[in-house]
């Protein structure tokens, strides 16, 4: 009788962890000096579901009580709480992300990289190396139809146009199909040849 008992409670217990049941949490996220942080992101680590806290810090979730929370935001370091710790305490404190830079010293004795550049370019004069020349762009075809694409290009991804329509356009898309259909026309195999 007490083996039956013991494992009807057993069984009992694996019954109730196994009905688990979502809960609808609502917490807030603060920092160190508790103004609210909008604008994070709460990512559920199980079920990859997101919510974001809104301008007063304030976030709602559903979630189970054995759910891991990940809080993340861009000026903050990442925390990381279980939803049965918010649900005893529903404030999250996240302490501000800050990078230190290292000092930096301004002088004027001081050079800077350019004038180190040209003085480890100095021994080019000793050698007596001919200046370079600037390509010209200008005689190169290549460079040219790159140059007109390009610029093409920019213009047509800065200028947004519903409807295009251009009647210059049109008649010389008539007169290269009549051109194209002209010298089809003369090699075409079909073509009855005159008689003589």
């Known amino acids: 009788m007490k083996r039956f008992a013991t494992l009807l409670l057993t069984m009992f ?30 990512i559920n680590s199980r ?41 005893v305490n529903p404030t999250v404190t996240v302490e501000i992300f800050s990078t230190e830079l290292p000092g930096v010293t301004v002088s004027p004795g001081e050079k800077n990289d350019m004038d180190r550049a040209n003085e480890n370019l100095m021994f080019l004069n000793d050698l007596k190396v001919p200046k370079f020349e600037k390509i010209k762009t200008e005689a190169n075809p290549v460079n040219q139809t790159i140059t007109e694409n390009d610029r093409q290009q920019r213009t047509e991804a800065s200028s947004a146009t519903l409807i295009r329509f251009s009647p210059s356009e049109q008649i010389g898309k008539l007169f290269r199909k009549a051109k194209r259909r002209k010298a089809a026309s003369e090699y075409s195999s079909q073509k009855k040849q005159k008689q003589p």
């Open 13 to 42: 217990t694996l019954h109730c962890l196994a009905q688990e049941e979502k809960i609808h949490l609502e917490a807030r996220i603060v920092d160190a000096s508790s103004n609210p942080v909008p604008d994070a992101y709460i």
């Open 47 to 87: 079920s990859l579901e997101k919510a974001v806290s809104k301008g007063n810090g304030v976030f709602e979730v559903w979630a189970f009580p054995s759910d891991t929370l990940v809080f993340s935001h861009v000026s903050y370091h990442r925390k990381v709480f279980t939803v049965f710790d918010l649900m």
